[in-house]
């Protein structure tokens, strides 16, 4: 680490929103601890010992900042020196109108930047206690997958009930097992190129076999303790969304909108199963939107029985694991520090935002936040206006206290525009006005920390 007289600022967790934070403080002139508990423990949902691994998508989702409250959540980072959004726009692959990464590549250009960085220093360990009033300031960023003594210490400390949900990983398959001539490549609409997606089409026999394949499946059961977690609405799995209707899935990842059989272009699709390019090298494939709790041999035997994949390989099955978060509403400040023991900020999932681009994002500004501190400074996020402001005022002020949620950037969370106006042209209204606010407080609110900012 390069010597300076500024005490280091100990950072938990090594994920998306824990080396956001770490690449602000350090950006800031400030020397970082990074603490991240793998390989020492691992989890059930991580593979590899990187960094900011990506363990659900490969998608960072729409790239589209005119249209989209999350491609504005984009435009902002990317504004404000975003380490999670440069990496991913250098390894972006193909995927319409999303952004989407090589993930292996995504995560060693992290960690590789957070290792050279000479005010970095990464510490191989498990945190399993609240960090003491000894190291100084402090961000938990240990995201849905706290370990237990640190969830233990957190649950001890603030009071309050654990709350938790299921967050899930779709299964990824080898593109040289899909049957090019019963699937094809198109973007919905012909978005991106055109051609980002590999589509697997169903006639309404097909469907309702597979619907009932999906419900009827084996799933892997719940621990007593996992019992009465309620699932994420925004991420559910497969085979719940199935159980809700027989449409559900035509109006949801299953839908044929937008889409032409080159096979068979005058018969159109009851249902498709979309693939997502999922490496750089494009001979992987992630299966949109499937989500599952089914076995995997289940998963094998049932996702076989879609058009295209009947001889696939699976370079990995699907599964969901256990997503922790805080009442923030509750138990943190304004800038997110705890306010039973304030040395301590936490970022990431765990505050209750929800997604890799609003977790690297809140990481964002708690790292503003608490090198500010350090320098003796002040630090105002962005306003309510911008996506980045929006979110941050939902886990500190926005989000219902009795009965808190986590929740992904959206356009309701912005408030409403000053002038009445016409439905299609909302969004880009939207997406103006934040713009506009949100490069005025780059402008004249970036604190001490001006090469940050763009």
Known sequence: MQETLQKPIHIVGGGLAGTEAAWQVASSGIPVILHEMRPVQTTAAHKTDDLAELVCSNSFRSDDRERSAIGILHDEMRRAGSLILGAADIH???????????????????????????????????????????????????????????????????????????????PIVNKDSIDMEKAWFQSRYDKGNGSDYINCPLDAQEYDLFLAELIDGEKTEFKEWEKNTPYFEGCLPIEVMASRGRRTLCYGPMKPVGLTNPHNPNKKPFAVVQLRQDNKLGTLFNIVGFQTKLKYSEQIRIFRKIPGLEAATFARLGGLHRNTFLNSRRVLDESLRLKKSPHIRFAGQITGCEGYVESAAIGLLVGRFAAAESLNGTFTPPGITTAMGSLINHITSGGNEDNFQPMNVNFGLFPPLEKKINKKA????????????????????????TKNCH
């Open 92 to 170: 972006r692959v193909p995927a319409g109108g999303a952004l989407a990464v090589d993930r292996n590549a995504f995560s060693h250009h992290i960690q590789k930047k957070l290792k050279e960085h000479p005010l970095v220093t990464i510490i191989r360990e498990e945190v399993k206690y609240l960090p003491p009033k000894s190291w100084g300031q402090t961000i938990v960023a240990t995201g849905p997958l706290t370990s237990p003594k640190l969830a233990e210490a957190v649950q001890t400390i603030t009071g309050e009930e654990s709350l938790a949900f299921f967050d899930a990983i779709a």
């Open 426 to 449: 909302r969004k880009a209204a939207y997406s103006k006005r934040a713009t506009e606010d949100f490069q005025s407080w780059i402008k004249s609110a970036c604190y001490l920390s």
